[in-house]
């Protein structure tokens, strides 16, 4: 608990500097969202807008982009599957895997920009994958606050899509691995941009 109270304190201090940097790129109105092409387990990022954002944004430079998460598509309702910190649903809520409506995932006030990638993996894996990741929502697996690569007990956004891939035999990442240099946190954290820089996602949509 007091490792999670420096890491929170330590955030809080360089994200309020971060967050004057970044707060221009607030976006205004709804997002476009390209409904004719989705695909279930699709992988969309975000340009967040939280203090937490702010910090990955900082230390990934050439990632446009500081969330992620899977496209899952039923009954013509579109949502995404993601692992998510500081966006509580209810009083009493934890930060966990969850679904989220894909509108609710792109509102302004959460992403001043996102993107939209289709898979490389075939349906049936796409499907597995898929699966997974609603049981882990359905079971609340918590966030990840310790940002540890070693425990799938816990999982932060990356760490969870990485997650799910690796048990279908796939490396989204192809081993690429961001060095942070920041007190209270590994050495080695998957950014989006580990993810985004594969280019067996092929990118259709941005805004």
């Given at each position: 608990?007091?490792?999670?109270?420096?890491?929170?304190?330590?955030?809080?201090?360089?994200?309020?500097?971060?967050?004057?940097?970044?707060?221009?790129?607030?976006?205004?109105?709804?997002?476009?969202?390209?409904?004719?092409?989705?695909?279930?387990?699709?992988?969309?990022?975000?340009?967040?807008?939280?203090?937490?954002?702010?910090?990955?944004?900082?230390?990934?430079?050439?990632?446009?982009?500081?969330?992620?998460?899977?496209?899952?598509?039923?009954?013509?309702?579109?949502?995404?599957?993601?692992?998510?910190?500081?966006e509580p649903e209810f009083d009493g809520?934890?930060?966990?895997?969850?679904?989220?409506?894909?509108?609710d995932f792109f509102k302004p006030e959460?992403?001043?920009?996102?993107?939209?990638?289709?898979?490389?993996?075939?349906?049936?894996?796409?499907?597995?994958?898929?699966?997974?990741?609603?049981?882990?929502?359905?079971?609340?697996?918590?966030?990840?606050?310790?940002?540890?690569?070693?425990?799938?007990?816990?999982?932060?956004?990356?760490?969870?899509?990485?997650?799910?891939?690796?048990?279908?035999?796939?490396?989204?990442?192809?081993?690429?691995?961001?060095?942070?240099?920041?007190?209270?946190?590994?050495?080695?954290?998957?950014?989006?941009?580990?993810?985004?820089?594969?280019?067996?996602?092929?990118?259709?949509?941005?805004?």
């Amino acid at each position: 608990m007091k490792k999670r109270l420096k890491i929170v304190a330590f955030i809080a201090v360089i994200a309020t500097i971060l967050f004057f940097c970044h707060s221009a790129n607030t976006r205004r109105g709804n997002a476009e969202i390209p409904y004719s092409e989705l695909r279930n387990g699709d992988i969309v990022f975000r340009r967040g807008l939280s203090f937490s954002s702010n910090i990955v944004l900082s230390q990934n430079e050439d990632c446009l982009y500081s969330h992620i998460g899977l496209v899952y598509i039923k009954d013509s309702a579109c949502f995404v599957i993601h692992a998510v910190n500081d966006e509580p649903e209810f009083d009493g809520d934890f930060d966990r895997v969850k679904v989220d409506r894909i509108e609710d995932f792109f509102k302004p006030e959460r992403a001043s920009a996102g993107a939209f990638c289709h898979s490389w993996v075939s349906d049936s894996v796409s499907q597995r994958i898929m699966e997974r990741a609603l049981k882990l929502a359905q079971d609340s697996v918590r966030f990840d606050a310790d940002f540890n690569l070693h425990d799938s007990r816990e999982l932060y956004c990356t760490e969870f899509v990485h997650f799910l891939y690796k048990s279908v035999g796939e490396d989204i990442t192809e081993g690429r691995r961001t060095n942070v240099g920041i007190m209270c946190f590994p050495d080695e954290i998957i950014f989006p941009g580990d993810i985004e820089k594969n280019k067996k996602l092929k990118k259709y949509f941005e805004f």
